[in-house]
């Protein structure tokens, strides 16, 4: 893992409510351009983006999320679940820190309603509720990362620990399925329906989506563990992780990331781009 680039995972008290940090520092580090792009892949979470130092400019590649129509500049951004992948580049050197929350989580905690920001990036002060647009600039105030990990905790943790939320664990798997129960047995009525209804209100995605990245995390780790045991086998991977066949393996990969599973896993390992996938790979 490079070392500028860490991931921080969060304490249990926060369990089931943020994924995780991403935090990113490339000064010093001189990059040379083609060094500087980002890739991510598709994502049911929630995202709240500060900057440091530095910039991103969103570019529009055939099969991943598209920018903006306009730009969106500001100290804090927002971004819903998203669907494709995308492809960004910084022009420059960038000191960043990204939280990603749980978005039934978020829509607890905030009143948000995540169906109308799905593929979507704004300003988080225009869509956040004045609570936390005010942890929101104390977060932008902070000197440095540890300062802005401790106002996360410090602001997170009571307002997640009020709502006696039931609180899954940290892969996708355990969490959709968790929301799936917790859906069946909320409020009245159970037709298919009205519990896809609830989830998508949630969430901002439908179940189908939830379960389709659900199983490519769980592909992803499968891929991981393979080559330290010597080698990937495609066939073996896809029947083991609730996929139909190879085939339907590789569409879902290329759907959701933009590369086939065997490039994606060459690019993972050779190119600085990928930085975000090879810290979920511990």
Not at 235 to 246: F, K, M, T, V
């Amino acid at each position: 893992m490079e070392p500028s680039t860490r991931l921080w995972l969060p304490p249990l008290a926060l369990a089931g409510c943020v994924r995780g940090v991403m935090l990113r520092d490339t000064r010093g580090r001189a990059l040379p351009a083609e060094q500087r792009d980002n890739y991510f892949p598709a994502t049911p979470l929630v995202s709240l983006f500060w900057w440091a130092e530095g910039r991103s400019e969103w570019l529009a590649t055939p099969g991943f999320s598209q920018p903006p129509a306009a730009p969106v500049h500001a100290p804090v951004l927002f971004a819903g679940p998203f669907t494709l992948p995308s492809h960004t580049r910084n022009p420059g050197e960038i000191s960043a820190f990204k939280l990603l929350m749980l978005p039934d989580a978020f829509t607890a905690l905030t009143g948000v309603a995540l169906d109308r920001h799905v593929n979507q990036i704004h300003d988080a002060l225009a869509v956040l509720p004045p609570d936390w647009q005010g942890w929101a600039a104390q977060m932008s105030a902070a000197p440095d990362d540890a300062a802005r990990l401790t106002l996360l905790q410090d602001f997170l943790v009571p307002r997640w620990q009020a709502l006696g939320t039931h609180r899954p664990g940290h892969r996708y798997a355990a969490w959709t399925e968790a929301l799936a129960v917790r859906a069946a047995t909320s409020a009245a009525g159970r037709s298919l329906r009205q519990l896809e209804r609830r989830i998508k209100a949630w969430a901002g995605l439908p179940m189908r989506e939830l379960r389709a990245v659900s199983r490519a995390e769980s592909a992803f780790y499968a891929v991981a563990a393979a080559e330290g045991d010597g080698g990937v086998n495609w066939a073996e991977i896809a029947a083991g992780h609730d996929y139909a066949d190879q085939s339907h393996l590789c569409r879902e990969t290329r759907r959701l990331t933009g590369f086939s599973p065997e490039d994606l896993r060459r690019r993972i390992a050779t190119e600085e781009a990928f930085w975000a996938y090879r810290l979920w790979r511990g």
